[in-house]
């Protein structure tokens, strides 16, 4: 039975497709037959990912919006797919939106796309003008340039981090001006962004949101929800992750989320274009792999349990040795694989006695707290009088989050 189960999973992924191929089915859809939904939330979060710079009007100009099909005549159109990690899917994806009425009337305005290295931030964010009049504002999630992965795991001590000071500025910014209902949304830090944004923007602007969306954007600590006004726009946040999601359960406990399948494995299927679409809706899973949920219960609570002091010197430390790769962002850093890791390891050797010294409690608690969590887990099983055969099952279906290895 669990291997007819498994057969037919992999069956249904085979068949199911993706956002492109979403865009290529109901794109001569307008809104008007087909109202936004969490596929298109999807499709408008990855297009905040294309480099617009000179080509969208800044926030700070004062410039009606451009259509996204008059870029194709632009100068710098290649431009948009710098990033050499989905160049050729990003591409596909705007190809197949021009091909249809329902997205070839996007309008876009007020980009802005900061990389400051000093305050260790990358914030990017974008208005869309949707066809039948709805405004979405879609904040990049984390790009390829180290700082802006420095950011992120700043987040885990610092709040506000100015990504997320700028969030609130930018919706304030923009809303102010147009002032009609929209949505919010993005993938990954930009999912956390638009939560954090709706949280703290003045009440005017928040009483105009449809809904919020976080793309498997990683979540907050407890103090700043208690100290934020969640509990004011908590029915109108809609988190979807994939099946074995990691970034987007960071600092998550007891929320409500929607969870889809991916034909990837792992940590992959962060990537937006491994999510599985089937009759115009992603494909939906019952709930995140149970050895994901306690990896993901272990590093929160592993987080939560170090003062920030320990945290920062962990987060600073860790990217003091990557930086010594001297590569400007993550690309660069993998192209040159080798000679990047030989900077890294010479920078290991160079951290002082007493950051080194931190640094082993710190992993040494990692370990302490994920024994811990193995031990209950073997009492809680043997006081249920759970079968071994129960639960080699379930390791068997879990073992498909992990890719084979040959």
Not at 59 to 66: A, D, L, Q, T
Not at 363 to 392: N, Q, T, Y
Request: proline share 3%.
């Amino acid at each position: 039975m669990i291997s007819f189960q498994i057969d037919w999973t992999e069956r249904g992924k085979a068949m199911a497709g993706t956002i492109i191929d979403y865009l290529r089915k109901y794109g001569d859809r307008s809104f008007g037959e087909r109202p936004m939904n969490d596929v298109d939330s999807l499709v408008l979060c990855q297009l905040a990912y294309l480099k617009f710079d000179g080509m969208v009007p800044d926030i700070r100009e004062n410039k009606p919006f451009v259509y996204l099909k008059e870029l194709r005549e632009h100068s710098d159109f290649d431009r948009l797919f710098a990033d050499v990690r989905f160049e050729k899917s990003n591409r596909a994806m705007v190809e197949a939106a021009l091909a249809g009425r329902r997205f070839n009337t996007l309008r876009l305005n007020g980009y802005i796309n900061l990389v400051e290295k000093e305050w260790e931030t990358q914030f990017c964010a974008v208005t869309f003008l949707l066809e039948d009049g709805t405004i979405y504002i879609a904040f990049r999630g984390t790009d390829e340039t180290i700082v802006g992965w420095k950011e992120d795991f700043n987040m885990a001590f610092l709040s506000p981090v100015p990504g997320q000071a700028y969030s609130v500025k930018y919706l304030n910014m923009v809303m102010g001006r147009l002032r009609r209902p929209f949505y919010v949304g993005g993938h990954s830090k930009g999912g956390n962004l638009a939560v954090y944004a709706a949280m703290k923007c003045i009440p005017g602007v928040r009483e105009c949101i449809l809904k919020i969306y976080s793309m498997d954007g990683p979540g907050f600590r407890p103090e700043v929800l208690r100290e934020g006004d969640y509990d004011k726009i908590a029915d109108r946040v809609v988190k979807i992750l994939p099946h074995s999601s990691m970034v987007g359960m960071l600092f998550e406990r007891d929320i409500r989320y929607q969870v889809v399948e991916s034909r990837s494995f792992g940590l992959a299927q962060h990537d937006p274009y491994s999510w599985l679409v089937e009759e115009g809706e992603f494909v939906q899973a019952e709930d995140i792999y149970e050895r994901r949920k306690r990896m993901n219960n272990t590093i929160n609570e592993w987080i939560l349990s170090l003062n920030e002091q320990q945290l920062r010197t962990f987060v600073d430390t860790l990217y003091q040795v990557i930086s010594a790769s001297q590569a400007e962002d993550l690309i660069e850093f993998t192209s040159n694989w080798k000679r990047s890791m030989n900077r890294v390891i010479a920078a290991l050797k160079e951290v002082d006695e007493q950051t080194a010294r931190i640094l082993r409690e710190i992993v040494r608690s990692l370990f302490e707290i994920a024994g811990a969590h193995m031990r209950r887990e073997f009492s809680e099983r043997r006081s249920s009088g759970k079968g071994h055969g129960k639960h080699k099952s379930r390791r068997t279906e879990e073992s498909k989050e992990v890719p084979p290895t040959e």
